[in-house]
């Protein structure tokens, strides 16, 4: 059974800030034409805000209530 | 080179292995062991959603737009996180009302409603049957790359070959073929398909490896890894434009549009509502999935880009459509091993989506459109006949091959036409129209049926006019003018700029202006009218689900009767005479009951029934069907007031309850009181008594003593013995004035006093007690005189009490008055309410402190002249309990070493009142 515990707001949470990283403005921030090993800024900021999001979404839900 | 035969066999050879995997997840679940029970077949079940519009197209758009491909994969994470929410929910529905699709979904929520479940049904085939076409012409397309490698490479779709000898016309009856047999083995109450989604989990493993094999080759192979990759096209203008300024930076409102659409299409499509809600085996599985599935969209996109960066270096500009770069990279560095790879997971893609949309659309046909029409046409009697599950299956079945063929013939006449480019953002467009109604019924209460319907209607209306038929215009099938110059020429009602409204992409524009009329309408509408009683009871299902969840599926009202066998009768016409009976024998079991014949017919079972039924041929129809065999006294007006009464009764109760405990607090505050004042009375008694027998003992002492005397001493002389004989007439009058006064002042406090009130003139009382008093006055020099008007008013009063209290004050102000001057004046004021009669002295006064209980029993301002008191102390007591019970007043004002007034009122008679007002 899933109880609806502070595990769902803190998704809820991580959703709101997941809104903010992927749009604008926060993403107009890495649209310059700085490369990362040679790579544009605004993909690295993106493809690495994405894992984060998603470790951090696996961490809510791995890890056991205390 | 690879032959078409070649690929014609491993085609088929795949789908071959797709029908072994389906046939033998089928069978472990017959066998009660499934292989789909665990959270990882359920993530890789989700990834229907990568088609091949991900695995060709996301290609073909990062190489036009940069960035652009990626919200479609970043909206579905950000929802994923909701899903603990969302998705729970829709699940936990679904199970408890045998929910079997998305237009089920919404019709059950508002008030099980027909209506509702076709259109929501009509927008979806709408808005899929092209996205399915698309599907068709990637396989077409990708088979002839593969097969004219390194010809006509331009034009992805072949040129229109009559139909049969078009390899997509085979592949679509093959689909069909699998599809059916895999989709509707029997009629299930769940619609369950575990072999289905054993094949469909497999695909998003043969899709995933396939795409990161070919996005491995390219960066590590051909290039020198991403640095050596992004350095080289860097170093290309054209290509170092897309990387800057082709990113975000482009248009954010497309990229938050997009985001929008991709989050409200990982929810509604029809394809993952099967997936995620409808074949969903534990909820349990939701939570690893709300991490696994974002990390599946991650993997498959990290090599979008360099495969498309690699295929626009090693392609000279404009020789190879970019959509075919995952197989045309590996052919052109000869890794034909590779390119097949790629070749069979773009088909496992487009496959995958192609069979379960199928199944989800032909379930909603079946059972939202066709079968609610047919039970309607009497003519048919289709609700006398027996056995109706050969039926349902042949309509699901026929439902199957025509919207496949609806795919093919839509992919057949559009070709290479506009109208299949952007068809997916067309179909996540339809999809999102569902969101208001979907999202509002599951939070919100007081969505009604009108409102999801004129809601559902006007966003459906706009994006049809705003981006299917302007999809249309540009592939020619409209005139182009339709476009141009809006509709009848007026220039407002362009399509793509409705309203005026410019600079927005066609995606933002029509999500903008159909959500603005969608939620619109639907809050606007729901809001207009009281939800009714199923719309109420529906929808507290709904929301409440996680609330209440064992009582949760259980129908809130019902009333009727019906047989077992009736029951068990019915819901054997739709999914078959045993089954039925297995399902009665489980219910029963489930009830800790031993046999179906001990079953009773009564809410819960026929609950039951109709959600079994409900699985097979939707929640609508479901209800009408037992609503046939249960005679269902429908809840009548007077029995939900009943209801509404009894619960309203039970609060009235529970407010009398507290009333009375309130008054029960209140009456015990009176008691306690009472019991204060009861002591305090007690108290003074006990004081009175020790006065009274003190102010007693004083006379009778000194009678005593001159009776001693007086008998002791026989040989007085007679004027001394009279003396003391006067001194001991006057103390046993001053004993009998005293007792007298005790009873008399008693009588008056308890009420047992006599009253004989008569007309009195106050001018008459005065001058008697004058009168009586005159010969003490005179006796003391003191100067006695009266102010009294000519004609007074009546006052109804015992004149004998009113004359004790004049003669009581008088002779007060005697006592009091030791000057060689002293005067007392006697005067009667008529005031507008009362008579006020004042008798003033210019006497030795009472002091601040005295005059404060000069009016209570036996206190007495002590003569400090002689230290002797004067009286009984209880003639004031006494005047003061006469005059208040004429409801006058009596006070004093004094100075001390000037005198005092004693003042009292006596009320006027009301008429006399009237008189003096008039």
Known sequence: MIRPTLKGQRLVALFLLGCLLFNYPLLSLFAGDMRIWGIPLVYVYLFSAWAILIAAMALIIERRDQ | MLTGALIVVISFLYVGLLFAIARYGDKRADAGRSIIANPYIYTLSLAVYCTSWTFYGSVGRAATSGIGFLPIYLGPTLMAALWWYVLLKMVRISKAHRITSIADFIASRYGKSHVLGGLVTIIAVLGIVPYIAL?????????????????????AAPDALPFLQDNTFYVAMLLAVFTILFGTRHLDATERHEGLVAAIAFESIVKLVAFVAVGIFVTFGMFDGFDDLFSKASAVPELNALLVQGGAAGNYMTWASLTILSMLAIILLPRQFQVSVVENVNERHLNKAIWLFPLYLFAINIFVLPIALGGMMHFPAGTVDADTFVLTLPLSENRTWLALLAFVGGLSASTGMVIVETIALSTMVCNDLVMPILLRLKALRLTEREDLSALLIGIRRAAIVFILALGYVYFYLAGEAYALVSIGLISFSAVAQFAPAMLGGLFWKGGTRLGALSGLSAGFLIWLYSLLLPSFAKSGWLPITFLTEGILGIDLLKPQQLFGLQGMDEISHCLFWSMLANIGLYVSVSLWRRPTAAEHSQANLFVDVLRHVAAGSGPRFWRGSATVADLQTLLG???????????????????????VDQLTANAVL???????????????????????????EPLALEEVMTIIDEASQALAYSRQLEQKSRELEAATNELRSANQRLQELDRLKDDFISTVTHELRTPLTSIRAFSEILGDNPQLENAQRAKFLGIITRESERLTRLINQVLDLAKIESGAAEWHPSALDMREVIEDATTALSQIYKERGIKLTTGLPDALPVVYADRDRIFQVVLNLLSNAANFCDKPDSRVHVSVIVEETALRIEIADNGIGISANDQSFIFEKFRQVSDTTSGKPKGSGLGLAISKEIVQHYKGRLWVVSTPGIGSTFSFTLPLPRSKLAFLAA
């Open chain 2, 606 to 632: 026929v609950h039951y029934v109709e959600s079994q039924i409900a699985g097979a041929i939707g929640s609508a129809s479901a209800r009408d069907m037992v609503a046939s065999v249960v005679i269902e």
């Open chain 2, 135 to 155: 599907q068709l012409k990637a396989i077409s397309a990708s088979f002839s790359t593969i097969l004219q490698y390194p010809n006509n490479l331009i034009s």
């Open chain 2, 573 to 595: 016409r739709f999914i078959g005479p045993e089954r039925a009976s297995e399902s009665f024998a489980s219910y029963a079991r489930s009830q800790g009951i031993n046999g």
